[in-house]
């Protein structure tokens, strides 16, 4: 087997009904696991 590709980052973006970029709210960084912690 040979890589073909190589994924360094991934961003995700919250986009509007026109694909345009619009802000999230977020102001630090979030993991999945700690907010499904929080409903214990």
Known sequence: HQ???????????ALDENG???AHGKTQMEYAKD??????
């Open 35 to 40: 907010r499904l912690n929080n409903g214990q």
């Open 20 to 22: 345009i970029p619009v």
């Open 3 to 13: 890589t073909i590709i190589t994924v360094e980052k991934i961003v995700m973006v």
